[in-house]
């Protein structure tokens, strides 16, 4: 009869021997937990217990697998789920070491991060084809770029569109995400959720804040449906009708016509290779003002450049002298590869979100259907925001905070960001040639990221009507900035440039 428990052997540390402990319990195959969440549970108590001290290196994969009689497939989810958890990181050629467990790391009011497997009763356009008769502006406008995006076209003919294409993401990533919640209480899935969000999700949110070194407790963060509800919450909060807010110009355009209709005035202030033009946003902050200034720090939307560490300094201490508060919106975190490619300075780290407001979310790397975004703030701050969430939508959907918290809290997430990471690698470089072989001027393509700004050296409004009447959505510039005066510059999506017909019509246009 096969023996169906296996004592853990000693885990050991080359870093740090003497702090490993001498033996582990048993593994069992017949306890009802999986093997992975017996490996999770133990390393947790052993790290939690100073057994395992800060900075020990733990085994290889395989010597792991080898040592306990387990496969490597195994230890590697594992070691996956201890770091999503906040208890290992990874560094890249050298293995896997104990973390560093700051106080708040443990939620300190509201207790440890809630693994997905306990109990939930303590868990707290038509679809068709694609019509080019229909798609000619009357007038280009965010409006006219808006509903074409959402209309049923192809995402290799969408090279001004703003997602990435379904086979580029994980599709059963999430669907075995639904599953999993299916299969979880009925009852809590036909209630209202809580009104800040789901709480487990807000305990691992807090861990993923840490790593871009932003404190933020479970009580300060508040989900939201997307970053877009984020930003409308936190503009609704601030502005009254008359008051003023900065925007980069370029930037993302859907807000300019959400905060004009609230009754304010939206001023754009240069957005630079490294940051904006602080000059400029001294003088007219003086001029103005402003309540706020939304900003795109890390891989800024259309351009991919990234804030560097000597403007995020300049910014903050411009919002001091003038009172205003910052809304650093970094829905691309991460596309962005982390330290050694470019700077990735968050302004919320330095301030630690008593002058900033941090948004996030998973639109962009998991699933926009989903619409699973959260604000950071000031505890007073989360407070009020979620007082006003719950006055327009009442609460988020729980279903899909409760896939996200599945997908991040067991590891899966940060294998498929970096598979993300190197296919935006692979394709980004080919297509800033390609576009510069066909006549557009690239000079401010970045290393990152999934957009490149591109100037045609004409209008693109221009350019827009043409590729439309072939069925193509191009993304001109003119709509990216508050004025949305003509404009020779243009959005690029490296990720949906695999048709060969874009780059016939280029070509044929802009051949030189």
Same mark, same amino acid.
């Not at 490993?20 to 048993?26: G, I, N, V």
């Not at 754009?268 to 003002?289: M, Y």
């Given at each position: 009869m096969t023996n169906t428990a296996t004592r853990l052997k000693p885990v050991t540390s080359p870093a740090s021997s003497a702090n490993?402990?001498?033996? $582990?319990? $048993?593994l069992s195959r017949e306890s009802g937990d999986s093997l992975v969440d017996q490996i999770v549970r133990t390393v947790q108590s052993r790290i939690d217990d100073k057994l395992l001290r800060t900075g020990a290196r733990m085994p290889s994969i395989r010597q792991f697998a080898d040592l306990h009689s387990v496969s490597r497939f195994t230890v590697v989810e594992a070691y996956d789920r201890l770091v999503a958890q906040g208890f290992l990181e990874s560094r890249r050629g050298s293995g896997f070491y104990v973390r560093e467990r700051s106080p708040v790391a443990g939620a300190a009011t509201t207790g440890t991060v809630l693994p997905l497997r306990s109990n939930p009763a303590q868990s707290g356009n038509e679809h068709g084809a694609f019509d080019n008769g229909a798609a000619q502006p009357q007038q280009l406008d965010v409006v006219w770029l808006v509903r074409n995006m959402f209309r049923q076209m192809p995402p290799q003919k969408m090279p001004g569109g703003g997602l990435l294409p379904p086979d580029w993401l994980d599709g059963d990533l999430i669907g075995n995400g639904l599953r999993s919640v299916g299969r979880q209480n009925q009852s809590l899935l036909l209630t209202y959720g809580t009104p800040q969000g789901f709480l487990p999700l807000r305990q691992q949110l807090q861990l993923k804040l840490a790593e871009l070194e932003i404190t933020a407790a479970p009580e300060q963060i508040v989900m939201t449906s997307g970053v877009t509800q984020g930003l409308d919450i936190v503009a609704r909060h601030f502005l009254r009708p008359g008051d003023v807010i900065f925007v980069d110009d370029p930037a993302w355009f859907l807000m300019f016509g959400s905060f004009a209709a609230m009754g304010a005035k939206v001023v /754009?202030?240069?957005?630079?290779?490294? /940051?904006?033009?602080?000059? +400029? $946003?001294?003088?007219?902050?003086? $001029?103005? +003002?402003p309540r706020l200034y939304v900003i795109n720090s890390v891989l800024h939307n259309p351009t991919s450049t990234s804030l560097s560490a000597a403007k995020a300094f300049q910014i903050l201490r411009l919002a001091e002298e003038h009172d205003f508060t910052i809304v650093e919106d970094d829905i691309y975190c991460d596309m962005h590869p982390g330290a050694g490619v470019q700077a990735a300075t968050r302004i919320a780290a330095l301030d630690q979100l008593q002058r900033v407001i941090y948004l996030g979310g998973f639109s962009k790397t998991l699933s926009a259907n989903l619409r699973v975004g959260f604000i950071a703030t000031s505890p007073e701050l989360a407070r009020h925001l979620s007082d006003r969430k719950m006055l327009s939508t009442l609460t988020t959907s729980e279903i899909g905070e409760r896939v996200i918290y599945k997908i991040l809290s067991e590891g899966h997430y940060r294998k498929h960001a970096e598979r993300l990471r190197n296919r935006l690698n692979g394709v980004r470089d080919k297509v800033v040639r390609q576009l510069e072989r066909v006549g557009l001027d690239t000079g401010l393509a970045t290393a990152s990221g999934m957009f490149i700004w591109t100037d045609a050296g004409r209008d693109t409004n221009v350019l827009t009507e043409k590729a439309m009447a072939q069925g193509f959505l191009l993304a001109p510039g003119s709509l990216f900035s508050p004025n949305q005066l003509p404009s020779t510059k243009m959005r690029i999506n490296v990720a949906s440039m695999s048709d060969p017909g874009i780059w016939r019509f280029l070509d044929e246009e802009l051949g030189r």
């Open positions: 490993a402990p001498t033996t $582990l319990p $048993l /754009g202030i240069p957005r630079l290779a490294d /940051g904006p033009d602080i000059a +400029k $946003l001294a003088e007219l902050a003086a $001029l103005h +003002k």
